[in-house]
Nanobody, 122 residues
């Protein structure tokens, strides 16, 4: 099992910055892709950014140039640096990890954190 704990959310004014962190713990063989997703009340969860274990990144068009995803493989931690925030960035941000629980099997599973609220006020 993999546990994901997010931190760094909060209230920020338009144009401000926040840095989210998500640390993975538990028993697993490897963690592969990690990413951040945003959910607004009444809407589906949508991709914000993902990063592979090799450091390849992917961003939603709406955050390109403003958000930066990174990870520290030694700490099993993924970060999301959010700059130039605006009200449309408001929502609950969830961390996701795709992990391989055991070296005996190639099956991977998705794990989610509990979410952290980001509110951008105008």
């Amino acid at each position: 099992q993999v546990q994901l704990v997010e931190s760094g959310g909060g209230l920020v004014q338009v144009g401000g910055s926040l840095r989210l962190s998500c640390a993975a713990s538990g028993r697993f063989f490897s963690i592969n892709d990690m990413g951040w997703y945003r959910q607004v009340a009444g809407e589906q969860r949508t991709l914000v950014a993902t990063i592979t274990s090799a450091g390849n990144t992917n961003y939603a068009d709406s955050v390109k140039g403003r958000f930066t995803i990174s990870r520290d493989n030694a700490k099993n931690t993924v970060y999301l640096q959010m700059d130039s925030l605006n009200p449309v960035d408001t929502g609950v941000y969830y961390c996701k990890a795709v992990a391989r629980p055991s070296s005996y099997y190639t099956t991977q599973f998705q794990y989610w954190g509990q979410g952290t609220q980001v509110t951008v006020s105008s």
